[in-house]
């Protein structure tokens, strides 16, 4: 079945920039629908960004145009490309897999702090 790691979080200031990745070790990578969450403290977790297989992107409102979502499908791999972060990304960011057949997974999240 499948199953998600994230990595790529860490440590940046106000303004920089970091790429989340999230590995599928699944092998219907494809044909997942695949997306970001995010969680801060005391906050629901909300929708970053999600892309179908076919490519298909949406984001949240919040992005502005500053995340990015992207696909590799032969390294079975999901990017969030992030720039000009501000304090308030500041969460534990989750990758989000929808299967074909139905069930959702998740990863076990990557911490993003960004300082003022």
């Known amino acids: 079945q499948v199953q998600l790691v994230e990595s790529g979080g860490g440590l940046v200031q106000a303004g920089g920039s970091l790429r989340l990745s999230c590995v599928d070790s699944?092998?219907?990578?494809?044909?997942?629908?695949m997306g970001w969450y995010r969680q801060a403290p005391g906050k629901q977790r909300e929708l970053v960004a999600d892309?179908?297989?076919?490519?298909?992107?949406s984001y949240g409102d919040f992005v502005k145009g500053r995340f990015t979502i992207s696909r590799d499908n032969t390294k079975n791999t999901v990017y969030l490309q992030m720039n000009s972060l501000k304090p308030e990304d500041t969460a534990v960011y989750y990758c989000?897999?929808?299967?074909?057949?139905?069930?959702?997974?998740w990863g076990q999240g990557t911490q993003v702090t960004v300082s003022s």
């Open positions: 989000r897999a929808d299967a074909p057949w139905g069930p959702r997974f």
């Open positions: 892309i179908t297989s076919g490519g298909r992107t």
């Open positions: 699944g092998s219907i990578f494809s044909k997942n629908a």
